[in-house]
């Protein structure tokens, strides 16, 4: 199928992913039943995000720019097997995306945790495109000529092991942390909280550690959090709220609650749902010039970094682990 009408499919499916068709509904309901955290709010926000960044055809055309003349040209399609994650919903959605612009046959293992979204997606485009579309569902990955899987840092040492010998992108467990310094406005913090917030903070674009001058005081984080208030009638949510709150009593950790989140100084990156870890700096450059280069971090914000309340929104420029999927793939061919 030629460039053209692969974008012109991609802009219809965006269309329909905003419309009110009654399948689709009905699948986005039976998604949100089958994972607690898949909440119709952050289905909506998903689905919002995807029809517009990445299923808009002056969009894909802008970005799809440079490669245009390998896209256009005849190419051996190779077998890929994709390795979706599902901590939140269609995680995986870009790795769909560039493998089938780049003309592959791709072989899917769906998370357990995602396993309506996409799919019903696919088969819509199937609806389509017909035979040339090459997606097909996969509970076992064998004899793929590469494969691209994510996971976290035990499902990727299984992956590395596995698909170690052929030509892979194995993605590890990532997050976010913010920079602040103190003289934030109001809407910055609730922007921030957005960040910290957005999906239950299971996604690896969500602020899970604070960096903060000495003396920094968080009662103005603490207003602007209280929007997602309502997370503690969520009960799966408020299940790791009691649990790492007695935790942290029990072992008299030091720790302070901002409403639904719990505060907890701490040199480690990532923190459980529900608890935001934070530390204080002195030199907030060479802080941010070690943060770049750490490789478990996804996104850096803060005013000078990318921009509060948009750590949640990627471009399709915007590659996991800062790995150009679409390149890797074109290079196979």
């Known amino acids: 199928m030629v460039l053209d009408k692969k974008i012109d499919l991609l802009q219809k499916l965006g269309d329909y992913m905003l419309s009110h068709d009654a399948a689709w509904m009905h699948a986005r309901e039976r998604a949100s039943q089958e994972n607690p955290w898949f909440t119709p709010e952050f289905i909506d926000l998903a689905v919002h995000h995807i029809a517009e960044a990445y299923l808009n055809a002056e969009k894909l055309q802008e970005w799809l720019q440079p490669y245009t003349s390998l896209l256009s040209q005849s190419m051996s399609p190779r077998k890929i097997g ?30 357990s945790r995602d396993r309506v979204l996409i799919p019903f997606l696919v088969e819509k485009l199937k609806e389509w495109a017909g035979e040339n579309l090459r997606i097909h569902d996969a509970e076992l ?40 310094h103190g ?91 529900s608890v935001i870890l934070y530390e204080t700096y002195d030199n907030p450059e060479k802080l941010a010039q070690t943060l770049q280069a750490s490789p478990a971090i996804q996104c850096l914000v803060g005013n000078e970094w990318l921009p509060f309340g948009k750590a949640q929104f990627p471009s399709l420029s915007d590659y996991a682990d800062g790995i150009n999927t679409l390149e890797f793939l074109l290079s196979l061919s």
């Open 82 to 111: 994709l390795v979706m994650a599902g901590n939140i919903p269609m995680v995986g959605f870009h790795d769909l995306l560039c493998g089938w612009l780049s003309g592959h046959e791709l072989w899917i293992k769906y998370a």
């Open 141 to 180: 990955l064998r004899g793929c000529d590469a494969y691209i899987a994510t996971g976290s840092q035990n499902t990727s040492r299984y992956f590395e092991y596995y698909f170690g010998k052929y030509p892979h992108i194995i993605r590890h467990n990532r997050t976010s942390v913010a920079i602040l």
């Open 183 to 273: 003289n934030e406005s109001a809407a910055e913090l609730q922007l921030l909280a957005k960040d910290i917030c957005t999906y239950f903070g299971l996604g690896c674009r969500n602020v899970t550690k604070l960096y903060v001058p000495p003396g920094y005081d968080f009662q103005a984080l603490g207003h602007a959090l209280q929007a997602y208030a309502y997370f503690m009638d969520h009960r799966p949510y408020r299940h790791n709220f009691d649990y790492y709150l007695s935790a942290y009593l029990l072992n008299h950790q030091p720790h302070e609650v901002l409403g639904h989140i719990i505060l907890k100084p701490d040199e480690a990156l990532f923190s459980p749902v």
